[in-house]
């Protein structure tokens, strides 16, 4: 609800350049859909924070789940983040069922992206400038005057206020198909990121445990004959057994499968063992093997190390 707001400010107001003026009649192409909704996605979340509705630790969870759908796909490999904006007409709105191993998403990718921007800001200026100081910034230049956006003005802006020149790690996050890792600047506010492995097959909840915990690699729904398959990672499991999206598993190792008979039958597996598995594809039946391996450490989680540096970041940066 905080971004439907936000976007009265960010998009309607402060806004690219291609979209003066707007054209309601056709499609709008700009590569800065990164900045108008990952940064609006950023604030969605860290304001349910600052307004006391959630905890710090509880926006880290929020945060986390953002990072684990980035890192259990291979999109933001194959797909930059700009790329993912001028191609939101074609591609981000127009998914097909191999969507999470080709794109990027720029709403949740964006958002990460801003968080670095943020940081870096901060660090670089201690602390007398955040990402705050750089939405006001584009609010007087360009919201107040309608002039529109352009990527080298959010450039130009962040360079001031960091005191020096971070184009090419700027330009570095925008253009590249490599994993975004904020390793660093988290560890500078006292927050450490983990990679976990995901604790049951149909969800994106993590878990340290160091374990066995069986992988699939599949996302699916229930339906009264079967488990329909919503979204298959590739090189996984599934993707390996030929198994593909809209395809409706019905047993598993000679077992009807439900939500619940297939996470048993998966616990009770040992490390490659493998399994029959059967399912419809249209009104075709099919057969084929599953082979059982360990979860990827595809999850992210946050955790507070330290309490005072934490701070650094959680604090609202006074304005001149």
């Known amino acids: 609800m905080y971004g439907k707001y936000f976007h009265a400010w960010n998009v309607c107001r402060i806004k690219p350049k291609e ?28 304001a349910l924070y600052r307004t006391g509705i959630i905890t710090f630790e509880e926006y880290l969870t929020i945060l986390a789940k953002g990072a684990t759908r980035i ?15 001028f191609d939101a007409w074609t591609k981000f709105y127009q998914q097909g069922p191999d969507a999470v191993n080709n ?12 968080l670095w921007l943020d940081l870096t800001i901060r660090e670089k200026s201690n602390n007398q400038y955040s990402l705050d100081t750089l939405m006001r910034e584009l609010w007087i230049h360009f919201g107040r005057t309608n002039v529109g956006t352009s990527e080298e003005d959010f450039i130009n802006i962040a360079n001031l206020l960091c005191g020096e020149d971070i184009t090419a790690a700027f330009k570095h996050h925008l253009y590249s198909t490599e994993r975004i890792d904020l390793t660093a600047e988290l560890a500078k506010v006292g927050v450490e990121l983990q990679k976990h492995k995901f604790k049951k097959l149909n969800s994106v909840e993590t878990t340290s445990a160091t374990n066995f915990h069986a992988y699939l690699g599949a996302q699916y729904k229930a339906q009264p004959f079967g488990l329909t398959i919503t979204q298959v990672l590739e090189e996984s499991p599934a993707a390996k057994a030929g198994i593909a999206v809209n395809d409706v598993l019905i047993a598993v190792d000679h077992v009807k499968v439900t939500e619940q008979s297939i996470q048993a039958i998966f616990d009770h597996q040992a490390e490659n063992s493998e399994l029959n598995c059967h399912f419809f594809r249209d009104d075709q039946l099919l057969k084929s093997t599953i082979t059982i391996i360990d979860s990827p450490l595809a ?16 604090a609202i940066i006074p304005q001149g």
């Not at 291979?74 to 993912?84: C, D, H, M, N, Y």
């Not at 999850?299 to 959680?314: H, P, R, T």
Request: glycine content about 8%; charged content about 15%.
């Open 19 to 46: 979209f003066i003026p707007y054209n309601l009649q056709q499609e709008s192409y700009t590569k800065q859909l990164w900045a108008f909704e990952g940064i609006t996605s950023y604030y969605d979340d860290f």
């Open 103 to 114: 794109i990027v998403s720029y709403y949740v990718k964006g958002a990460f992206i801003a």
């Open 71 to 85: 890192s259990r796909g291979v999109g933001e490999l194959k797909q930059s983040i700009t790329a993912s904006s």
């Open 299 to 314: 999850g992210i989680a946050f955790n507070v190390v330290d309490e005072s540096l934490a701070k650094l970041w959680q």
